[in-house]
């Protein structure tokens, strides 16, 4: 069975910044692309960045761009995602997820099955 757990959200204020972790168990973490997930008060789940199965593409949400950066450690079963310059537009319950789909060269832009329980990220003005 698939587990993804998060961990690093927490309370900032805006311009500083958070590293978020989610390590995954019960499947082959490096045949698989990983994706941050985020939804906020109201508003829909909506995919913040994806990396493909070995690390090479990525993918960003144009209001992150230049400020998150996705990576991977798959020796250590690990994903991350430093965002730095944060705003109060990213405040949400980030989610880690993973892909169905093995060895996809390209980042994913749908969610997969498998989410983690989630993690609050608040930032204030």
């Known amino acids: 069975q698939v587990h993804l757990a998060e961990s690093g959200g927490g309370l900032v204020q805006a311009g500083e910044s958070l590293r978020l972790s989610c390590v995954a168990s019960?499947?082959?973490?490096?045949?698989?692309?990983m994706g941050w997930f985020r939804q906020a008060p109201g508003k829909e789940r909506e995919i913040v960045a994806s990396?493909?199965?070995?690390?090479?593409?990525?993918y960003y949400t144009d209001s992150v761009k230049g400020r998150f950066t996705i990576s991977r450690d798959n020796a250590k079963n690990t994903m991350y995602l430093q965002m730095n310059n944060l705003v109060p537009e990213d405040t949400a319950v980030y989610y880690c997820?993973?892909?169905?789909?093995?060895?996809?060269?390209?980042?994913?832009?749908?969610?997969?099955?498998?989410w983690g329980q989630g993690t609050q990220v608040t930032v204030s003005s």
């Open positions: 997820n993973g892909d169905n789909c093995r060895f996809r060269s390209t980042a994913y832009l749908t969610w997969g099955d498998y």
């Open positions: 019960g499947r082959t973490f490096d045949d698989y692309g």
């Open positions: 990396i493909n199965w070995d690390g090479v593409n990525t």
